[in-house]
């Protein structure tokens, strides 16, 4: 049996910077209440027209597939995580195949969210465990900005989220004492609706009954979150998920060299790292100058943090998430 070890990261955020005070112009809210309630100061937005989910993907794959020093021809299979396909159908794990000339091998498209990136990685790694794989492409993107509600009515959520995508080359590594040691996977369905957009889907609202209507007040189609039960749970779920992975490595929080949580709301990884009583050189946030990009979050704060050298060989990496679904996760890296 082999193990799994990151040899490659990149991502990739539109040029478009979308200020609190630019949110402001558009909508009843201001910078000091974003900030109070999220730690966000500035998102990207796409320009429309410009990038996409699946192209924003391939942007930041091209830079994970440079730095890990291997040809396109190396890749053995992509996994996608997104909330925010181009399409319904088919999912941005085929087109990335596409658009990055890949041979005709495999491509998954996972769809857990804000944990998506975690459950990628765990995918991925147990492929590579076993010896199927050699370099996986993992990738997290998300556009959400053309799909929120930019109106006073969708302030609670519109101001949170942005736009973009990280990458990263999974690959073989005979070394057992590097790489990804263990990854945690949960889900709680019952509280699904708590974050949720409800249409379009075949259960209950599709396309054809939205034409039909006709109705401006529907907002079936637009984010919903329950704030205060999500912030309730992640915060709960959050510690859970990374004891978990600290106990089954044998590991301490004071052996943590780096936490990278899921950018879901700076208050939430404020109130982890006082939890686990974590330094801020410990910890590594980018949501003030990001927003939360769900799926992508996570790579593009893994990517900024070793680039800015937070990472080092020999570190011991968490990596946690939660988000709708209700789903959570983590994974322990040995760097």
């Known amino acids: 049996m082999y193990h799994s070890k990151i040899t490659g990261l990149g991502f990739y955020v539109p040029d478009n910077v979308v200020t609190n005070d630019d949110l402001s112009k558009i ?15 500035e998102r990207r937005h ?14 930041a794959a091209k830079v994970a597939i440079e730095r890990a020093k291997i040809d396109k021809s190396d890749i053995d299979f992509v996994i996608f995580a997104t909330l925010s396909p181009d399409y319904y159908f088919p999912g941005p794990g085929v087109l990335v195949q596409r658009d990055l000339g890949l041979r005709t091998v495999g491509a998954l498209d996972v769809r857990n969210q804000c944990s998506g990136f ?3 990685l765990s995918v991925a790694d147990q492929y590579i465990k076993t010896g199927m794989y050699k370099n996986i492409l993992i990738i997290g993107s998300e556009l ?3 799909g929120l509600d930019m109106t006073t009515r969708g302030r609670g959520v519109s101001v949170i989220f942005g736009d973009g ?4 080359i999974l690959s073989r590594e005979e070394d057992l004492t590097k790489g990804i040691l263990s990854t945690h996977l ?5 509280h699904a609706e708590e974050l949720t957009v409800i249409a379009p889907g075949m259960g209950k609202r599709w396309v054809t009954d939205i034409i039909a209507e006709n109705n401006p007040d529907d907002e079936s189609y637009f ?3 329950n704030g205060q039960f999500v912030f309730k749970n992640a915060v709960v779920r959050f510690s859970e998920v990374i004891m978990e992975g600290l106990q089954a490595n044998n590991l301490q929080v004071s052996d943590i060299d780096m936490l990278i949580p899921h950018q879901a709301n700076l208050r939430i990884s404020q109130f982890i790292q006082q939890k686990f009583k974590l330094t801020d050189d410990q910890v590594f946030n980018n949501i003030q100058k990001y927003g939360n990009t769900t799926a992508a979050s996570i790579p593009i704060a893994l990517t900024e943090a070793w680039e800015q050298g937070k990472i080092k060989e020999g570190d011991t990496v968490v990596l946690a998430a939660f988000g709708s679904g209700f789903t959570w996760a983590s ?3 040995k760097w």
């Open 223 to 225: 984010p919903y979150m």
């Open 46 to 59: 796409v320009i429309r027209g410009e990038d996409t989910t699946t192209s924003m993907g391939v942007k």
């Open 331 to 333: 994974a322990i890296i």
């Open 186 to 190: 949960h889900s709680e369905g019952q």
């Open 118 to 120: 975690v459950y990628a």
């Open 165 to 168: 995508a990280g990458a990263a």
């Open 27 to 41: 909508m009843d809210t201001n910078d000091e209440w974003i900030q109070e309630r999220t730690g966000i100061q």
């Open 144 to 146: 959400h900005s053309t």
